[in-house]
């Protein structure tokens, strides 16, 4: 990215480092992207950010607070940020009541590139919508 401006900065937190090292990769180009590989990284880090475009975050992730804890805390010290939510879960009845609450989207996974980096961008749109799935 070429510019005097600095990239928009994300947040992806899950345990499996493949999937960090993927989004680093495709989403890189775009976005400074920070990592974290539990809650508990994810929590500290973004309490340090002083400024986040969006979060991407495994609602099982381990150890240490899930999900929907990170979520809610990125709500409440960023709440401009667009909130993805990843899971391995198909089925949005059995998404908790605070996943639905803290995040924006959530996305089934595995992961495709196109479809992470259309729901980012739908994320900085004036018709944000709320909880849906991302269709893939």
């Given at each position: 990215m070429?510019?005097?401006?600095?990239?928009?900065?994300?947040?992806?937190?899950?345990?499996?480092?493949?999937?960090?090292?993927?989004?680093?990769?495709?989403?890189?180009?775009y976005f400074e992207v920070q990592t974290a590989s539990s809650g508990v990284e994810a929590i500290h880090k973004?309490?340090?950010m002083d400024s986040l475009a969006g979060?991407?975050?495994?609602?099982d992730i381990e150890p240490g607070?899930?999900?929907?804890?990170?979520?809610?805390?990125?709500?409440?010290l960023h709440a401009s940020a667009f909130r993805l939510m990843v899971t391995?879960?198909?089925?949005?009845?059995?998404?908790?009541d605070a996943v639905r609450s803290t995040a924006h989207l959530w996305m089934s996974k595995p992961l495709r590139c196109?479809?992470?980096?259309?729901?980012?961008?739908?994320g900085w749109s004036d018709d944000r919508p709320s909880l849906t799935e991302a269709s893939q």
């Amino acid at each position: 990215m070429e510019s005097n401006e600095p990239a928009p900065r994300l947040l992806v937190a899950d345990n499996d480092p493949s999937i960090l090292a993927r989004c680093v990769e495709m989403l890189g180009v775009y976005f400074e992207v920070q990592t974290a590989s539990s809650g508990v990284e994810a929590i500290h880090k973004l309490a340090r950010m002083d400024s986040l475009a969006g979060v991407i975050c495994d609602l099982d992730i381990e150890p240490g607070p899930d999900g929907s804890v990170v979520m809610s805390m990125a709500r409440g010290l960023h709440a401009s940020a667009f909130r993805l939510m990843v899971t391995t879960r198909h089925d949005t009845a059995v998404l908790p009541d605070a996943v639905r609450s803290t995040a924006h989207l959530w996305m089934s996974k595995p992961l495709r590139c196109q479809c992470v980096l259309d729901a980012l961008l739908l994320g900085w749109s004036d018709d944000r919508p709320s909880l849906t799935e991302a269709s893939q």
